[in-house]
């Protein structure tokens, strides 16, 4: 009689069953697991989409700036530098500089060291920088280093640092006025009744009455203001950074000397930012189109192919771009490929920089209400670009959906786990009981083999 059994010497090989079994089972787990693949491939092409959208935003905000900025070009920058604003007038200014602002700065006689103890009581000193009085306390004891820290802690206009100058004493605590000009000076500085006399030999100052018998503060650079003309209009100011000799223009003086100054339209800052427009706005036409695009003989599918939510983005970008801005007034463009930047068969922009710059030079602002009107290109795509690219846009509502689909797939998957942990205990239980009532057969078709096979003899 023949047995049952398998090669491993039981009936049946049930870890084995089990496994190619539950493998059958498991196969709407796996497309399951493939759609939420997908979903997370279509959130994250939607991340970028929502990046490009962003990086769009950014360079048509920075191209309005553009169209508003004005350059300062001096004709020695070893003089001054300035920037301008976009209320500068344009035009070229004559600046002669006579005196530079300075800061005040003070010297108090040399200690042997920094770090001894120069008082032995407490003191209040009060400082006058300009027509602000402050007291900072001095405690019992206290160091060249104590005094420096004390003197920095009350923030009075005033920076207190030590300074070694090699002699026999060479420790000198040194004050400088935080603001150049003679208003930001420092007036006096006065031990109060009761004070260290140690302290007061150290720190007073009062130029406008007798020095006294012992070393006191003594002033190595006086406050100066700047003194200068513009276009031979005299100036004096407290600072060397000046915001209101010219309308619109920041001046910042760095030497006695005379130069020229020029207000311009900033062209080049204008060509750089439409060059970014231009890259930004391809950048995302590009990407909607590739990820939203259906497979063909030379392509792949995109992670997104036939989404109606690119499809609508593309829609609206070719919308903007095919609706005229209103001319300003007395103007003629309503178009960008009026002024150099055309769009191409594939739906993206080229910019023909020589174009656009002799536009800007001869039309300026026909030019700029092109882009910048209620109705400019630049106005409507930002407001676009805005609108998908914000929190809860369109973008974030779609990308809401692909998470909302994924969450359910995961649920799904979830209960399927569920079921095939029980479905596994189930096919082990039963083929390892059929295993044993196969075994329990092969052994007794054996013993009857054996019996049979006596008796024929």
Do not use: C
């Amino acid at each position: 009689m023949a047995t049952i059994s398998s090669t491993t010497g039981s009936a049946l090989d049930v870890p084995s069953l089990v496994s190619l079994l539950m493998a059958n089972e498991r196969r709407p787990i796996q497309t399951l697991t493939s759609k939420v693949s997908s979903y997370e491939a279509k959130i994250s092409s939607m991340g970028t989409i929502k990046g490009l959208a962003a990086s769009l935003q950014t360079a048509l905000q920075g191209l309005n700036t553009s169209l508003q900025a004005n350059s300062a070009t001096p004709s020695d920058t070893s003089v001054v530098s300035a920037t301008a604003s976009s209320s500068a007038a344009a035009g070229t200014y004559s600046l002669n500089v006579t005196t530079l602002a300075q800061a005040q700065k003070l010297a108090a006689a040399g200690q042997a060291s920094d770090a001894s103890a120069i008082s032995a009581g407490a003191s209040t000193v009060t400082f006058t920088v300009g027509t602000t009085s402050t007291d900072v306390a001095i405690p019992a004891g206290a160091t060249l280093q104590d005094i420096r820290t004390a003197i920095n802690a009350a923030n009075i206009g005033v920076t207190a640092t030590i300074v070694n100058d090699g002699s026999g004493t060479p420790y000198r605590l040194s004050l400088s006025s935080d603001k150049e000009g003679t208003s930001n000076a420092i007036s006096s500085i006065t031990v109060q009744t009761g004070g260290d006399s140690a302290v007061n030999d150290l720190l007073a100052y009062n130029p406008t009455a007798n020095a006294p018998a012992v070393a006191t503060m003594a002033q190595t650079i006086a406050a100066a203001n700047a003194v200068f003309s513009v276009n031979g209009i005299p100036m004096i100011k407290s600072s060397n950074t000046v915001s209101d000799a010219i309308q619109g223009v920041t001046l910042t003086l760095t030497k006695e000397s005379t130069a020229t100054l020029t207000i311009a339209r900033d062209t080049g800052a204008i060509s750089t930012a439409t060059s970014g427009f231009v890259e930004a706005y391809n950048a995302l036409y590009s990407q909607l189109k590739t990820r939203s695009a259906y497979a063909s003989a030379a392509t792949t599918a995109g992670e997104l192919a036939g989404d109606g939510t690119l499809r609508l983005m593309l829609d609206q970008m070719r919308s903007i771009m095919s609706t005229g801005a209103t001319p300003a007034s007395g103007g003629t463009l309503t178009y960008l490929s009026q002024v150099g930047i055309g769009t191409q068969a594939d739906g993206s922009l080229k910019l023909d920089s020589a174009k656009f710059n002799s536009a800007i030079a001869s039309n300026f602002s026909d030019v700029s209400n092109l882009f910048s009107s209620e109705t400019g290109f630049a106005t409507r795509l930002n407001t676009w670009s805005t609108s998908v690219a914000q929190v809860g846009g369109l973008i974030d509502t779609h990308t809401d959906n692909f998470k909302t689909s994924i969450k359910r797939y995961n649920d799904q998957i979830s209960t399927l786990e569920l079921r095939m942990t029980a479905l596994q205990k189930q096919y082990t239980s039963t083929y390892t009981n059929l295993n044993a009532m196969l075994n329990n057969m092969n052994a007794t078709s054996a013993y009857l083999t054996q019996q049979f096979s006596s008796t024929s003899k």
